[in-house]
C-alpha cells in the first residue's frame, strides 16, 4: 500500500522551513502562499500546527469537481491536478473537510499537495524535528 | 536575471515622515555581498562622523541576507546595525525568528531608516511599501503586549519587531525583539530605536516570492548543505538540547563563568541549568525553529508548578542562563527563566543586565555600593528576588536601575571605589559568558570584535576541540591537528582570522552562524554554491571569504572613524587580564604582554601596521577599501 504523509505537530517547530521548499519545489520560487504545506504559528505559546493534504479516504476534492480535474495517483495514491481541466470554481476548497487545499488566486488554480511524486520536499526539509514524515515509521 | 537579492532599499526619514524606494548601487553587492556586508557598507556611507548614537544623525538598518528567504538551511537571519550606544562605536547585532523572510517576502533587501519621530510611531510595510502610523496605543507596553496589539490591528501572521520599555528608555543595552522573543540584543539596538520614538516595525504576510537564479542548481545546492547539517554532530546537539546544553560540561572543565567571573565553577547542581535536562524537569514545552531553520536550536520553556509556575517564554539560551545562573550565584533554573521571561518583556539583552547586576552584588559583597543607592534590596550574589528586582527596575530605569541602565563601564565610574576593576566590560560593552582566560581564540576575538568583547562577530568553537568537525577544521586551516587546544597560543591569529572571515560572509548571506562556525558543516564550498546559484554570481570560495575580510575590515574602520583607539580599546575587562579564578586550573590572566603577542599575530595576518593596530593605505586598496583610507592611515586622525 502506498505511503501516506504524518504529521505531528507536537514536533513542529515552526520554522516553515518546509512552505519554503514546498513553494520551490512546486512553484520554482520561494512564496509562502503557494506552498500547499501551511504552518499556522502562535508564537507566543509557541504552538504550531502543520496543515497539509493528508491523502485521505474520502476525497471529497476529487468528488466535488465537475470537471474531473482531480485524479488519484495510481503509484502514490496522491491527488492529482490536471490544470488544463481546472477551471478554477474553488469546489474542492470547499469541500476539503480537513481545510488543507487553499488556491493560488493568481493562476485560479487549487494548491493540491501530490506528495512530489513519492519523495515530498517538505519531509526533507523537517529531518531534525520530524513533525512530517512520509511511509510507515514513526520518528525516533 | 533572477536573484535572491536583488538590492531594493526601502529608506524611510521619521523626522520628515518620508519614505522612498531606492536601489542598492550595484558595486556594493558584489563587493559587500549583502546583510551586514551591505548594512555596514550603508552605514558608513550615511553616519556622519561622530554623530550622537542617541541623535537624529544616527541610523538604523535591518538587513536580511542575500539567501534569507529561500529554502538555503538557517537561512534565515537579519543583521541590525547602527552606531552604538554602549560603544561609541560600530554596533551590528543579528537576529533569527521571521523578521528576515518576512521583509524579503515583502519586497525589501535593506530597510534604512533615519531620523526621528516627534511622538511615538510605528512602521507598518505593506507589500513593500512603508506608512508611518501613530503608536501612542502601544508605546509602554512589553513586548508581549505590543505584539499582540498589533497582531489584532495587522493580522494574527503580522511580524512584528518591537522595543519594550527598556528600550523606550534608551536603556543602554535595551534589545530589539522579534518573533516575541528573539531578540537583536547586544550593543544598545533597541535604544537607538527607541531614540527614534519607533515602536514597532510591522510586516503583515506578503504575497512576495524571492527567486534564484538557477533553479536546478540551487535546489542541488540546498539538498548538499541539508545533508551536510543532518550529519553535524554540533547540530544534532543542537537540536536535542539547545545552546545552554552543555552548562555542566563547562563547568566540570572549569570554564563556567560564576559570581561575575570570580570562579569558573559553580556550586550546587549544574545540571540543573543546562539545557540537557529541561524535558525531563517538564520545563521544556517546544523546540521551536527561526524561520528556515533546519536544526531549531530555539527553546519555549515554561514552569508547570512551584512559586515560578506559569513563567513561560522563548529561550532561556547558554548565555542567559550564565548570566542569571551561575553569573548570579543562582543554582536554580526557575529563577534564571523568570530573569529570562522579564528580558524578554522588557526587551533586554541578558548577557548585559546580568553583568551589571553581577557587578552589583560583587560591589555590595566588598562593601562599596552605599546604602542609599542598593534600594533596601540585599543585592547579594545568590539572591533570586533581588535579582529579578533589579532587573525590572533597569527595565524600567527606577532606582538603582536608572544607574544600571547605562552599562557596567558608566555605573562603576560613577560609583568608583575601585569597581572598575570586577566591571567585566571592554569598549564600554560588557563580556559575554566565555571563560577567555582558559580560551585564547576566543580571548583575541573578542578583544578585537569592533563592537565590544563578545562571541558573536568571532564564534571559534573548534580551538577547544570538542568535535571532529572542529578538529578538521583546524588541521585544514592551521596545518596541524594538535592546534585544537584552547590554550594554546600558537595559530590563534590564523583560527581567529578565519572564523570572523566566516562569521561575516554568514551574516551577509543571513546564514546562522552556527551552522558555519560552531556546527561547521556549511563549508565554504557548500556557501558559494548555494551562493551562485541563489544569484548568478561565481565568486570562488576564496573570493566569497575576502568578501567576509572587506566587511569586517570596513566595520575597524568605523569604528576608528569614531574614535577607537586600537592601543587603548583591543583589549579584555580588567579582570581577565589581571586575575586569575581560583578554581580556574587551566589558563592564567591575559596579561597585556600575551595580548599583545596576540594581537601581533592578528594584525600580522591583516595587513594592519602592528603598532597602532590600523589598516595600512594598501591594505585598504587591496580590498577595494580606499574610500576609508582617509581615517585609517596612521597618523592622520591622531
Redesign the interface.
Same mark, same amino acid.
Given at each position: 500500500m502506498p505511503d501516506t504523509l504524518h504529521i505531528d505537530a507536537?514536533?513542529c517547530?515552526? =520554522?516553515?522551513?518546509c512552505m519554503?521548499?514546498c513553494?520551490?519545489?512546486k512553484?520554482?520560487? !520561494?512564496?509562502? !502562499?503557494?506552498s500547499r504545506i501551511r504552518i499556522s504559528?502562535d508564537?507566543?505559546?509557541?504552538?504550531?500546527q502543520p496543515k497539509v493534504c493528508r491523502q485521505c479516504r474520502a476525497r471529497a476534492c476529487i468528488a466535488a469537481c465537475p470537471v474531473n480535474a482531480l485524479t488519484l495517483s495510481r503509484e502514490t495514491e496522491a491527488v492529482l491536478l490536471e490544470a488544463e481541466l481546472c477551471i478554477g470554481c474553488e469546489a474542492c476548497v470547499a469541500a476539503c473537510p480537513y481545510d488543507a487545499l487553499r488556491m493560488d488566486t493568481e493562476r485560479r488554480l487549487p494548491l493540491v499537495c501530490d506528495l512530489c511524486g513519492g519523495s515530498p520536499s517538505c519531509v526533507?526539509? =523537517?529531518?531534525?524535528?520530524r513533525a512530517i514524515w512520509y511511509g510507515e515509521d514513526p520518528p525516533s | 536575471m533572477k536573484t535572491s537579492y536583488p538590492g531594493r532599499v526601502l529608506a524611510v526619514d521619521l523626522s520628515t515622515r518620508s519614505v522612498s524606494k531606492e536601489a542598492l548601487p550595484p558595486s556594493w553587492i558584489a563587493d559587500f555581498l549583502g546583510g551586514r556586508g551591505v548594512g555596514a557598507r550603508t552605514l558608513w556611507e550615511n553616519v556622519p562622523p561622530h554623530a550622537d548614537p542617541l541623535g537624529e544623525d544616527n541610523v538604523l538598518i535591518l538587513a536580511p541576507g542575500v539567501l534569507t528567504?529561500? $529554502?538555503a538551511?538557517c537561512s534565515g537571519r537579519t543583521t541590525l546595525l547602527a552606531k552604538g550606544p554602549a560603544t561609541g562605536h560600530y554596533l551590528k547585532s543579528s537576529v533569527g525568528g521571521?523578521l528576515g523572510?518576512s521583509l524579503k517576502?515583502a519586497g525589501v533587501d535593506l530597510l534604512v531608516i533615519r531620523g526621528c519621530a516627534d511622538r511615538p510611531v510605528s512602521l507598518v510595510l505593506d507589500g513593500g511599501d512603508g506608512r508611518i502610523v501613530p503608536a501612542d496605543t502601544e508605546w509602554g507596553m512589553t513586548v508581549?503586549e505590543t505584539?499582540?496589539s498589533l497582531r489584532s490591528r495587522y493580522g494574527e501572521?503580522a511580524e512584528v519587531t518591537c522595543i519594550g520599555p527598556a528600550g523606550e528608555r534608551l536603556v543602554r543595552f535595551a534589545a530589539v525583539m522579534t $518573533?516575541? #522573543?528573539n531578540a537583536a540584543a547586544r550593543g544598545g539596538i533597541g535604544a537607538v530605536m527607541g531614540s527614534k520614538r519607533l515602536k514597532a516595525i510591522v510586516v503583515p504576510?506578503a504575497?512576495? $516570492?524571492?527567486?534564484?537564479a538557477d533553479?536546478p542548481a *540551487?535546489?542541488a545546492a540546498v539538498?548538499k548543505a541539508?545533508d551536510a547539517l #543532518?550529519n553535524d554532530t554540533v547540530?544534532?546537539d543542537l537540536?536535542r538540547f539547545g545552546t545552554a546544553r552543555d552548562v555542566d560540561l563547562l563547568n566540570e572543565l572549569h570554564l563556567l563563568p560564576t559570581r561575575n567571573f570570580q570562579h569558573s565553577t559553580m556550586e550546587g547542581d549544574a545540571y540543573a541549568l543546562s539545557g540537557r535536562s529541561w524535558a525531563e524537569l517538564g520545563l521544556l514545552?517546544?523546540?521551536?525553529?527561526?524561520?528556515?531553520?533546519? #536544526?531549531?536550536c530555539?527553546r *519555549?520553556t515554561r514552569v508547570p508548578s512551584g512559586p515560578f509556575a506559569g513563567v $513561560?517564554s522563548?529561550g532561556p539560551e547558554y548565555e542567559t542562563v550564565a548570566a542569571f545562573g551561575s553569573g548570579c550565584g543562582i543554582t536554580k533554573i526557575e529563577p534564571v527563566l523568570a530573569a529570562n521571561s522579564l528580558c524578554n518583556d522588557l526587551g533586554l539583552d541578558t548577557i548585559s543586565t546580568g553583568s551589571v547586576i553581577q557587578w552589583a552584588m560583587e560591589s555590595v559583597q566588598r562593601g562599596v555600593l552605599p546604602d542609599e543607592r542598593r534600594d533596601g534590596l540585599d543585592i547579594s550574589f545568590g539572591n533570586e528576588q533581588a535579582m529579578l528586582e533589579l532587573v525590572r527596575r533597569i527595565g524600567y530605569r527606577e532606582g538603582l536601575g536608572d544607574l544600571l541602565a547605562e552599562g557596567v563601564a558608566r555605573a562603576a565610574d560613577v560609583i568608583g571605589a575601585g569597581s572598575q576593576a570586577w566591571a567585566m566590560q571592554a569598549r564600554g560593552l560588557e563580556q559575554s559568558n566565555v571563560e577567555t582566560r582558559g580560551s585564547l581564540g576566543y580571548a583575541l576575538a573578542f578583544a578585537v570584535n569592533p563592537r565590544g568583547p563578545d562571541h558573536l562577530h568571532t564564534e571559534c568553537l573548534a580551538e577547544f576541540g570538542g568535535t571532529k568537525e572542529g578538529i578538521d577544521l583546524i588541521e585544514r586551516i592551521t596545518g596541524d591537528r594538535r592546534l585544537a587546544v584552547p590554550s594554546k597560543e600558537e595559530a590563534r591569529g590564523v583560527i581567529v582570522r578565519w572564523h570572523e572571515d566566516m562569521y561575516a560572509v554568514s551574516d551577509a548571506l543571513g546564514l546562522c552562524a552556527f551552522a558555519t562556525t560552531a556546527a561547521y558543516s556549511l563549508t565554504e564550498s557548500l556557501i558559494s554554491h548555494l551562493y551562485a546559484a541563489a544569484t548568478g554570481r561565481s565568486p570562488t570560495d576564496l573570493e566569497l571569504m575576502r568578501a567576509g575580510r572587506r566587511i569586517e575590515t570596513l566595520e575597524r574602520c568605523f569604528s576608528l572613524r569614531e574614535g577607537l583607539l586600537p592601543e587603548r580599546d583591543d583589549r579584555l575587562p580588567d579582570r581577565i587580564m589581571s586575575e586569575i579564578a581560583p578554581d580556574l586550573d587551566r589558563g592564567e590572566p591575559v596579561s597585556d604582554r600575551k595580548l599583545k603577542r596576540l594581537l601581533d599575530q592578528y594584525y600580522h595576518l591583516h595587513a594592519w601596521d602592528l603598532h597602532t593596530g590600523r589598516p595600512l593605505a594598501s591594505t585598504l586598496s587591496a580590498l577595494d577599501l580606499s574610500f576609508a583610507e582617509g581615517v585609517c592611515t596612521p597618523g592622520d586622525d591622531r
Open positions: 507536537e514536533r517547530t515552526g =520554522c516553515t522551513s519554503l521548499a513553494s520551490f519545489a512553484a520554482g520560487t !520561494h512564496a509562502m !502562499h503557494l504559528r508564537e507566543e505559546i509557541a504552538e504550531f526533507e526539509a =523537517c529531518r531534525f524535528p | 528567504g529561500t $529554502s538551511p521571521h523572510i517576502l508581549r505584539t499582540a501572521d $518573533s516575541v #522573543y504576510p504575497r512576495g $516570492s524571492v527567486d534564484v533553479a *540551487f535546489r539538498q541539508r #543532518y547540530a544534532k537540536h514545552k517546544r523546540i521551536v525553529g527561526c524561520g528556515g531553520c533546519i #536544526y531549531c530555539h *519555549f $513561560s522563548g
